[in-house]
Nanobody
Framework: QVQLVESGGGLVQAGGSLRLSCAAS????????MGWFRQAPGKEREFVAA????????VYADSVKGRFTISRDNAKNTVYLRMDSLKPGDTAVYYC?????????????????WGQGTQVTVSS
């Protein structure tokens, strides 16, 4: 069955870094665009970053541009999110998602599969 399993979350001080990983199985990973979303307590889930199926194109939310980097390794069926210069406002549960036919990359309803999420907490 389809699985997306996130890892790498944790507690970090402001200004620190984390790298999230999302391991995919059960579908042809190299055919899907991949995205990262996040949801803070009491807030809606929001787009963070996305990468095309080949890895040749990336899209970022303005709030993370220049601080976060999305990448993928199709040989390992894994997508990554490198997060630098973390701020308390980045605290959220981070989810990875897979989209076979992305259009804007930023809409939740464009994604076919979702992971269970990993908690990222940034202390001030």
């Amino acid at each position: 069955q389809v699985q997306l399993v996130e890892s790498g979350g944790g507690l970090v001080q402001a200004g620190g870094s984390l790298r999230l990983s999302c391991a995919a199985s059960g579908f042809t990973f190299s055919r899907y665009a991949m995205g990262w979303f996040r949801q803070a307590p009491g807030k809606e889930r929001e787009f963070v970053a996305a990468i095309t199926f080949s890895g040749g194109g990336t899209v970022y939310a303005d709030s993370v541009k220049g601080r976060f980097t999305i990448s993928r390794d199709n040989a390992k069926n894994t997508v990554y999110l490198r997060m630098d210069s973390l701020k308390p406002g980045d605290t959220a549960v981070y989810y990875c998602a897979a989209s076979l036919r992305p259009r804007t990359f930023g809409r939740l309803d464009e994604y076919d599969y979702w992971g269970q999420g990993t908690q990222v907490t940034v202390s001030s």
